[in-house]
C-alpha cells in the first residue's frame, strides 16, 4: 500500500470545499483527479503531500517517498538549475549534497588525507548507488524540457523555466508516489507528448490533477471525481469516467425521485393532522421528520452553460499584409499575410518561444508589428483572453469585476442577462459575488476572467492557452460555446483535445519565424507532418538505392591508395582518443562545465571516428574492384 485516505475534509471560514473524501493508492495506480475549479483539487493534494489528514485519516508507510510539484514551485533564487534538481531528503539526493560539498572541501585544501579519503569513500558509495548515472539523467530530462544551462541561477529564470525544472527534479529523483499539479501548463505539444511517455513508463505510483483530456486519458486508470463536496473514485480513465459518472448521475437522479416521491405522499399524510396526532403514528412522524430533512440537503447539480452574445460583424474584419516582428535580432514572425474570415476558428501550435503569443498581441493589436500592415474593420470588437489574469485590484469583489465591463448583456436568442446571473451560470453562487477576487483559488480566477471577456461581447475572439487552468468541465461548456460563437476564433493551445474540438485550421509557427497553414485539424496537421516525414524518408532511401547501384568506380588514385595506408593509424588514434575522454569523464565528479566540455569532446572525436571507418570501408571496396579488374 502506498497509502490510504479516509474521510478527508477541508474547510476555511464558512466554505466547504470537500469533505468524506476516502480512497487508497496502491502499487501502480494512476490517479487523476477531477472537478469543476475550487472544489479543492490542489488542496487535496497539497494536504496529501503534506500529511494533513483535515479531521479525517491519512495512512501513509514510513519507507514511502514521495515526490511533490505544485503549480507554483518554491525554489531557491540563488542555486543554479542542478543544485534545485538535487533538493529533496531521499537518501540519494543527501548523499549527492555530501559528495558536492567533499569536492568542495577537497578542492579547497588538497593537501588534507582525511577530506582525500573522505572523498574516495564518497566517490565508491556513489559507483555502488549508481548516483552518477542520476546525474546523466537530470541532464537529459532537462535538456527535453528546454534547460540546457545547468549552472544559471533559478532566480534568473523565467516563471515556466522554474516549474520545467521543478518538474525534472520530481521525475528525477526517486519516488513511490509522483503527485503533480497541472503538470502541462506552459509546455508545447511536442514535450507534453514525451512527458505521457515518461509517466506511462514510470513504475511508481501517481496523483495528477490536470485538464488536459487527451494526457488523462492515457496516462490515468484511475480516476478521482470531487464533485459538489463529495468524492467519487472510478476505475479508469477519463473516457470511462465519463461513462461512470453518467450512469452514477441516472442512479443518484433516480434514487433523489423516489425520495422526493415519498416525501411528497408522507407530507400529504401528515398535513392531515388528526391521524398524526395519534400515538401509534408517532414513528412515522419521526420518519417523515428525517425524510423532509434528506430531501432538503439534496443539492442541486451546478450546470456550466454560456449563451453566445450577439454582436453584429461587417465585411472587413482584420486583414494582416505581410506581417512581421523581428526582437533583438531575432525573427518571431515572418512576411506573414492572412485575411481573417468571419467564422474562422484558427489553432496556433509552435514550440515554446516561437512568438505565438506575439503573434496573438499583433492581432490584437496590443503589439505593432516589425514591419507590414494591418487592417481592422469598424465593427470589430476584439476578446482577448491572455495567459495571464488581468486584475488590476485584487480586493475588488467578484460581481463588481464584472460590473466593470457590463452589467448586462444580449444573447444571439434576445435573452438580456444581468452581471449577477452570469455569474452564477459561471458557478460564483450569490455569496461568492461578494468575496474579493484575492481569494479565489487559482482556477476560480481563470473562470472569473473568462467570464469578463464574454461580458465584453466580442465578436473576435482570441484565446491564448485557454486550457491553463481551467477546469475540464469549463473546457468543454468553452467548446460548445464556440460551437455557437458568431464570429471568429483564434486560439494558441497545447492542448492536444481542444484544438482537435475547436480547430478547422492550424497555424504553425516555424522555428525561422514563418508561419505555415494547415487545414483540418490537430490530428489532421499530426497525420499531414508525418505523412511528409514519410515521403521524405522514402525519397532519401530511394536516392541512396540510386547511389548503390551507380557503377563502382574501377580505378584509384594515388591520394586515394596513400589515404587507404594510412587510414587504419588515423582510425588507432582517433578510437584511443574516445576511450581516453571517456576515462576523464568518469573521473570528474562534480565539475559540471568540465564534464560539459569534455562530453562534448568525445561526441566530436565519436563523430570523426565513424567518418573515418565509413571511408575505409568505401577505400577498401575501391582497392577489392581495382584488383579484380
Known amino acids: 500500500m502506498i497509502l490510504s485516505a479516509e474521510n478527508l475534509s477541508f474547510s476555511y471560514g464558512a466554505r466547504t470545499l470537500f469533505e468524506g473524501v476516502t480512497f487508497n493508492v496502491e502499487e501502480g495506480d494512476k490517479y487523476g483527479i477531477i472537478g469543476v475549479n475550487g472544489t479543492g483539487k490542489s488542496t487535496l493534494l497539497k494536504m496529501i503531500a503534506t500529511h494533513d489528514a483535515g479531521g479525517g485519516t491519512l495512512t501513509i508507510p514510513g519507507n514511502i517517498v514521495m515526490e511533490y510539484l505544485p503549480q507554483d514551485p518554491p525554489y531557491e533564487a540563488e542555486a543554479t538549475v542542478l543544485e534545485q534538481i538535487f533538493k529533496g531528503d531521499s537518501p540519494l539526493m543527501q548523499l549527492l549534497r555530501t559528495y558536492e560539498l567533499a569536492v568542495e572541501n577537497a578542492t579547497a585544501n588538497p593537501d588534507s588525507q582525511k577530506l582525500q579519503k573522505n572523498l574516495l569513500d564518497l566517490q565508491q558509495k556513489m559507483d555502488t548507488q549508481f548516483a552518477w548515472q542520476l546525474e546523466s539523467e537530470a541532464k537529459a530530462v532537462l535538456t527535453q524540457l528546454g ?29 513511490d508516489l509522483l503527485i503533480l499539479d497541472e503538470p502541462t501548463n506552459h509546455m508545447d505539444n511536442a514535450t507534453v507528448a514525451w512527458l505521457e511517455a515518461q509517466l506511462l513508463k514510470r513504475k511508481g505510483a501517481l496523483l495528477m490533477v490536470t485538464h488536459d483530456r487527451y494526457f488523462f486519458d492515457r496516462v490515468v486508470n484511475r480516476t478521482l471525481e470531487i464533485d459538489m463536496g463529495k468524492g467519487y473514485v472510478y476505475v479508469g480513465n477519463y473516457s470511462l469516467f465519463l461513462e461512470k459518472r453518467e ?16 416525501y411528497r405522499r408522507e407530507l400529504k399524510w401528515i398535513s392531515r393532522g388528526a391521524e398524526a396526532r ?54 518571431y514572425i515572418k512576411n506573414f499575410d492572412y485575411i481573417l474570415l468571419r467564422n474562422d476558428r484558427i489553432g496556433i501550435v509552435g514550440p515554446n518561444g516561437a512568438g505565438k503569443s506575439t503573434l496573438m498581441d499583433i492581432i490584437s493589436g496590443r503589439l505593432k508589428p516589425t514591419y507590414g500592415s494591418m487592417k481592422v474593420g469598424t465593427t470589430v470588437k476584439v476578446g482577448y483572453f491572455s495567459q495571464h489574469n488581468e486584475f488590476e485590484d485584487s ?20 435573452t438580456r442577462i444581468s452581471a449577477a446571473q452570469m455569474l452564477e451560470t459561471f458557478l460564483f453562487p450569490p455569496d461568492l459575488q461578494w468575496v474579493p477576487v484575492s481569494k479565489l483559488s487559482g482556477g476560480e480566477k481563470r473562470r472569473l476572467y473568462l467570464l469578463r471577456v464574454l461580458m465584453s461581447a466580442p465578436n473576435i475572439l482570441l484565446l491564448d492557452e485557454p486550457t491553463n487552468d481551467l477546469d475540464i468541465p469549463t ?35 516555424e522555428e525561422d519565424g514563418s508561419v505555415v497553414p494547415h487545414n483540418g485539424n490537430y490530428t489532421d496537421y499530426i497525420e499531414e507532418l508525418e505523412e511528409n516525414t514519410s515521403v521524405k524518408a522514402e525519397a532519401k532511401t530511394q536516392t541512396t538505392t540510386e547511389v548503390k547501384a551507380a557503377p563502382k568506380k574501377k580505378s584509384m588514385t594515388y591520394g586515394e591508395r596513400l589515404e587507404l595506408d594510412n587510414i587504419d593509424q588515423e582510425i588507432a588514434r582517433t578510437e584511443a582518443e574516445v576511450k581516453m575522454l571517456g576515462l576523464e569523464i568518469n573521473k570528474c565528479g562534480s565539475d559540471f562545465v568540465k564534464l560539459n566540455e569534455l562530453t562534448k569532446a568525445q561526441n566530436d572525436a565519436q563523430e570523426r571516428l565513424d567518418k573515418l571507418v565509413d571511408r575505409w570501408a568505401y577505400l577498401s571496396e575501391l582497392a577489392e574492384a581495382c584488383e579484380e579488374n
Open 475 to 509: 473546457l468543454s461548456v468553452l467548446e460548445d460555446y464556440l460551437d455557437k460563437f458568431q464570429g471568429a476564433v483564434i486560439a494558441v493551445s497545447h492542448d492536444r483535445y481542444f484544438l482537435d474540438r475547436f480547430a478547422q485550421k492550424i497555424f504553425s509557427l
Open 147 to 175: 534547460i540546457t544551462n545547468l549552472n544559471q541561477k533559478m532566480g534568473e529564470l523565467s516563471g515556466g523555466q522554474r516549474k520545467r525544472v521543478a518538474l525534472a527534479g520530481v521525475l528525477v529523483r526517486p519516488s
Open 395 to 414: 480586493n475588488m469583489r467578484v460581481l463588481e469585476y464584472i460590473k466593470e465591463v457590463n452589467n448586462y448583456i444580449d444573447t444571439a436568442d434576445g
Open 247 to 262: 450512469e452514477r448521475r441516472v442512479a443518484e437522479a433516480g434514487a433523489q425521485q423516489r425520495l422526493r416521491n415519498i
Open 278 to 331: 395519534r400515538t401509534k403514528a408517532k414513528d412515522r412522524v419521526e420518519r417523515f421528520a428525517h425524510i423532509k430533512e434528506e430531501v432538503e440537503s439534496i443539492k442541486s447539480e451546478n450546470t456550466l452553460e454560456m449563451s453566445s452574445v450577439k454582436s453584429r460583424l461587417g465585411k472587413t474584419i482584420i486583414e494582416l499584409e505581410n506581417i512581421g516582428h523581428v526582437w533583438d535580432g531575432k525573427s
